[in-house]
């Protein structure tokens, strides 16, 4: 009903973290869209900015086209369940759902129709009269979504309702609210940390990590061709195997990717082939998920690693078996943090610590607001230093049927269907040909 | 197949609680014992004697009482309510006529407290929940005036009100002219801003740790800062402010000094503290008087003290709300 529109949206904190980095986003009427990433990645505050709760530092923020930057939450049409709840403690569950509806001045008989109905829908008509602290998990999370649902909003926003829920808890209300968004047909902002949840509810996912945001496509899209090494990274389980990889072209016939003591070769007339090529002599990073090896003979022909089982691990359903195939891995790191600022010189320093007094009494942080730091855009590469003497080997996760009659030690051999293999270089870029 | 059950235990064997694990645990058991009872008991009943005494003292006759100790009572009991009557609703110009003076005390304590514990909910919520420019500056100045001893303020505060405010010869405010009964204005004025600095402190501490998350959903709920403010926060911060109601009520009810500077006046305003100290001071060989003066005194405290004590308890130690 709503749609949404983020342009170049930054907000920088007055201590000088930067939560969000130039975000460009847009939700399309009715869309489920899902903010995916570790915690401290942003994505908690790009809500808040929609809902109007923090102002960006720049940047706008478009609700049905129009520019909301200055409109306060009540004024935006929006409704928004939080990770905690929220319920008002010394409300009963009917007036914690009638709250909305009491402050923009409905009366007290439809009043009380809307909240009835709102209720039985979603299962929590026999405890109005409880008050929150009498309810279980699940049922505050009905009532948080029943106060949002009651007053018919264009926007749902819902800050990682299901986090403080447990696991068995969570895969039916994610299921519920799934259903219940889409009958309603109200354009949503989910946030999460839990890829699965992502994959599975999104119509489409945008990752985000330190504040810049990484990918955005449909669950397909983001998991079939991830656009960074960090979105391969993040989305799937058990994670791709990452290998570092050095191009060797033979042009006209193929190119080798040499991945320490085996190879895998790239025909000429695969068309990545062609991209690949351009880093002849350098190293990238080769990425494969489980389901792109198959467990061969040992001396089938074609693309086949061999490689020794490190250790299994049985998940009742399958069975996951990590290889030693002699090669490195590539490491990325999952916790993404805000960048921090650098401590100012001289009178800035005094200043400083009048503030960290301040802050101590007043209980919150003061002080003037620290210039963005220098680290925004220069990106480490994701390659080990080639001086490292302790480089991690590698370990490919392989699927194998459960309980599969091998060990720990057991040599093994995979084939690589090449044409699930993906690139990306030391910046972590994907390397492809005309994608999106 | 044979299926083997668990024997049932044997009737009479309760499994005996192992020792204490945790050091709480282990201090909660020293506390329990009965010595640690008895000592409390014993601690208490030391402390209450005292008062205990003077309860006696208040039934019995003046000669008695200027002559021998309360514990003779016990021994040669003559209990009168002689004492009782005459500082209640004796009519000689040295009795006490204490009836009156209560009056006053209740008027001057009841908007004492009130008006201190309006104005400073009111404050804390906005120097807690509320940003605007300066907000930090204004709430450590209002922490920092609790330095500001009473007496210093005492002298400037009744010149304003009996001679106005004038800065080189130009009057900016005329004086109050206060008339008798009129008086009270000046001791709520000096109660409520003497008590302002800590209310502010206290409720803020209390007000600043409710969850966030309840302010922002009522936001976006629709709510604007009053309607925040009357809806969720006040019910949620009455444990703090019984806690400090009791306290400035037990304060103001006790208070000499500014009862005697601003409302000394006459029987219109003076409160009781006024009246008892007279009764004591003016001639010193009337003390029997205090003795039923002080119990008469201490009678509405208690009450207010016994209703809001659970809120007392509940006030200091609960840091916050969980949502």
Redesign the interface.
């Known amino acids: 009903m709503t749609t949404v529109a983020l342009k170049d949206v930054t907000k920088v904190f007055p201590d000088g973290t930067v939560a969000v980095d130039n975000v460009s986003l847009d939700v399309n009427d009715g869309e489920f869209m899902v903010l995916l990433g570790p915690s401290g990645c942003g994505k908690s505050t790009v809500l808040r900015m929609v ?3 923090e102002d960006p530092s720049t940047g706008a923020v478009l609700l049905d086209g129009e520019l909301a930057n200055d409109l ?3 004024e935006r049409g ?3 369940v ?9 409300m009963s569950v009917g007036a914690n759902i009638a ?2 509806l009491r ?2 001045g409905v009366e007290e008989g439809p009043r009380g129709e809307r909240v009835a109905d709102v209720a039985s829908a979603l299962g929590i008509g026999d405890v109005l009269g409880r008050k ?2 009498q309810l279980s998990g699940g049922q505050r999370q009905r009532v948080a979504m029943g ?1 949002a649902i009651v ?1 018919r909003p264009g926007l749902f926003l819902m800050d990682e309702p299901l986090s403080n829920l447990d696991s068995g808890l969570r895969a039916e209300l994610r299921a519920e609210i799934s259903g219940l968004v889409r009958e309603l047909g109200v354009s949503t902002i989910y946030v999460t940390h839990d890829q699965a949840e992502a994959l599975t509810m999104a119509d489409r996912v945008a990752i985000m990590r330190k504040g810049v945001l990484q990918d955005v496509g449909t669950p397909t899209q983001v998991y079939g061709r991830p656009a960074t090494l960090y979105v391969a990274a993040f989305l799937g389980s058990p994670r791709m195997n990452l290998l570092e990889a050095t191009v060797y072209v033979h042009l006209d016939r193929y190119v080798t990717l040499n991945l320490g003591e085996q190879a895998l070769y790239l025909p000429w007339d695969d068309i990545r082939a062609r991209a690949v090529a351009h880093y002849h002599g350098e190293r990238i990073v080769v990425g494969m998920r489980a389901e792109a090896l198959t467990p061969v003979a040992p001396d089938t022909p074609g693309d086949v690693l061999q490689g020794r089982i490190r250790y299994l691990e049985h998940h009742g359903h399958e069975s996951l078996a990590f290889l030693d195939i002699g090669a490195t891995a590539i490491v990325v790191d999952d916790l993404g943090g805000p960048v921090t600022d650098e401590r100012p010189t001289g009178a800035g320093r005094g200043l400083r610590r009048l503030g960290q007094v ?1 802050q101590r ?4 942080a ?1 002080g003037p607001g620290q210039p963005a730091p220098a680290a925004r855009g220069a990106r480490d590469s994701v390659l080990n230093d080639p001086g490292r003497h302790h480089r991690r080997p590698a370990e490919l996760a392989v699927r194998l049927a459960p309980y599969p009659a091998v060990n720990s030690g057991h040599p093994m051999a995979v084939s690589v269907r090449m044409d699930a293999v993906h690139f990306f270089d030391e910046r972590g870029d994907r390397i492809d040909v005309g994608w999106r | 197949m044979m299926t083997t059950t668990t024997p049932p235990a044997p009737a009479g064997t309760e499994s005996v609680p192992g020792p204490p694990v945790t050091r709480a645990a282990r201090v909660r058991r020293r506390l329990n014992s009965p010595i640690a009872t008895g000592a409390s008991i014993l601690i208490a009943v030391l402390w209450t004697v005292p008062t205990f005494g003077l309860f006696v003292s208040s039934f019995r006759p003046e000669d008695e009482i200027k002559t021998t100790g309360w514990w003779t009572a016990f021994s040669n009991p003559q209990f009168t309510l002689q004492n009782y009557q005459e500082v209640l609703f004796g009519r000689s110009a040295s009795s006490g006529q204490l009836a009156g003076y209560f009056i006053n005390s209740l008027v001057i304590t009841i908007p004492s407290v009130l008006f201190p514990l309006a104005f400073a909910a009111l404050a804390a919520y906005a120097l807690a929940w509320m940003n605007f420019k300066g907000r ?1 500056w204004i ?2 100045a209002v ?1 920092a005036l609790q330095i500001v001893p009473l007496q210093m303020a005492l002298v400037p505060l009744l010149s304003f009100f009996s001679e106005g405010v004038s800065l080189g010869g130009i009057e900016l405010m005329p004086a109050w002219n206060l008339d008798d009964e009129e008086k009270f204005v000046q001791v709520w004025f000096a109660h409520t801003c003497f008590a302002l600095p800590v209310a502010v402190f206290l409720l803020h501490n209390f007000i ?1 740790q409710l ?1 966030k ?2 302010m ?9 800062h009053p ?1 925040i403010f009357r ?2 926060v006040l ?2 911060i009455v444990p703090a402010l019984a806690a400090f109601g009791i306290f400035q009520f037990l304060w103001v009810w006790n208070d000499l000094l500014v009862a005697l500077i601003f409302a000394g006046g006459g029987s219109e305003t003076a409160p009781l503290t006024v009246r008892l100290a007279e009764l004591a001071g003016t001639r010193a060989n009337e003390w029997q008087r205090l003795t039923s003066g002080a119990f008469i005194s201490i009678v509405v405290p208690l009450i207010v003290f016994l209703s809001l004590q659970r809120f007392f308890v509940r006030g200091l130690l609960a840091g916050g ?3």
């Open positions: 809902a109007g709760l306060p939450p009540r929006i409704a928004m939080f990770q905690d709840f929220a319920l008002y403690p010394h709250f909305p402050l923009s929150p602290s106060r007053r301040m009494l007043t209980g919150r003061v | 930090d709430y450590i922490f600043s969850p998350d309840l922002e959903a009522a936001r976006v709920d629709g709510a604007t309607k809806s969720i019910p949620l709300v969980k949502g």
